[in-house]
């Protein structure tokens, strides 16, 4: 694995540093653009894996960073959120985080975006986060992602039963 530069990986990690972390950002060889793909390239459960999926919740960008191990209900999560959630286009991806699809980090964006953090990932001690392109990931917790996002915790899924 080697440590290429890329503008909007030195973004997050400017970020990161600017909430006074320093992971070690993991370069891939190849995209990790799935959660599975991630998961199986570091060892890790699926669960452990937070996806960045960026919305729209009344044509305002939200950014859900939701574990690996399931999907985002929009329909429930946009009635709990008081809005109707649909998802992005790449461009509104792309102008929300400056970062393109497959490897939207938590931060580093040009501008702060509304963040709903999976309160499932806080079954995980360590869970992995896309640091800006779709080759990198970097390590941090649940109360971590939401320190340096801002974000809501939140279900993303319908309660069970």
Do not use: C
Not at 59 to 75: A, K, N, Q, W, Y
Request: no cysteine; hydrophobic share 45%; charged share 15%.
């Amino acid at each position: 694995m080697s440590s290429p530069s890329h503008a909007a990986v030195d973004r997050v990690a400017d970020a990161l540093a600017g909430h006074g972390l320093t992971p070690e950002i993991v370069w891939f060889d190849d995209a990790v653009t799935t959660a599975p793909l991630a998961a199986e390239a570091l060892g890790v459960e699926v669960g452990q894996i937070a996806n960045s999926l960026v919305f729209t919740i009344d044509d305002e960008p939200i950014l859900v960073l939701t574990s690996g191990s399931h999907r985002v209900d929009t329909e429930w999560l946009g009635q709990q959120l008081g809005g109707v959630i649909r998802r992005a286009s790449k461009e509104t991806v792309k102008e929300a985080t400056g970062q393109v699809i497959g490897g939207v980090a938590p931060l580093g964006h040009p501008a702060p975006v509304r963040t709903v953090v999976d309160v499932q990932l806080a079954d995980y001690p360590a869970v992995w986060a896309a640091a800006g392109h779709a080759k990198t990931v970097f390590p941090t917790s649940f109360q971590e992602l939401v320190r340096i996002t801002g974000g809501t915790p939140h279900a993303v899924e319908a309660p069970q039963g």
